[in-house]
């Protein structure tokens, strides 16, 4: 099966696994399925690590490198998935959350959350 994971998500992957929840990382760890990036998320750490944001403490570049050298796919924002967020109900204000949403509607893979509020929206989303 094929997973976005949301940027919290993806963090923690990377270098908290022990914030994860037993099923998430049965799923991130599972080789039978396929682990996506977007590049929305990037997008968002390099940003949040510039304002000082302590939840979002990793460079950017570096993280990219690792998560390809790990077999994550990337993939990119495109302007479908920019005029897909004027479909998103406004249950989240959020603009990297409802990129990510409108990312994996578009593309019909399934997004892994933590976040109690992106799990409201309609679509192929997980909450683990």
Known sequence: MKFLLDTHVLLWAAGF????TPSARKLINDESNELVFSAAS????A???ALGRDDFAVDARVLRRAL???DYLE????SEHAVAISQLPPIHKDPFDRM???QS????ITLLTADETVYQYPGPIRKV
């Not at 696994?17 to 994860?20: A, H, I, T, V």
């Not at 993939?75 to 495109?78: G, N, P, R, W």
């Not at 509607?105 to 019909?108: A, K, N, T």
């Open 105 to 108: 509607i578009e593309e019909g």
């Open 47 to 49: 940003i949040k690590n």
């Open 42 to 45: 990037l997008w968002e750490i």
């Open 17 to 20: 696994p022990e914030r994860l």
């Open 100 to 102: 990510l949403i409108a």
């Open 68 to 70: 390809i050298d790990n």
């Open 75 to 78: 993939l990119a924002v495109t």
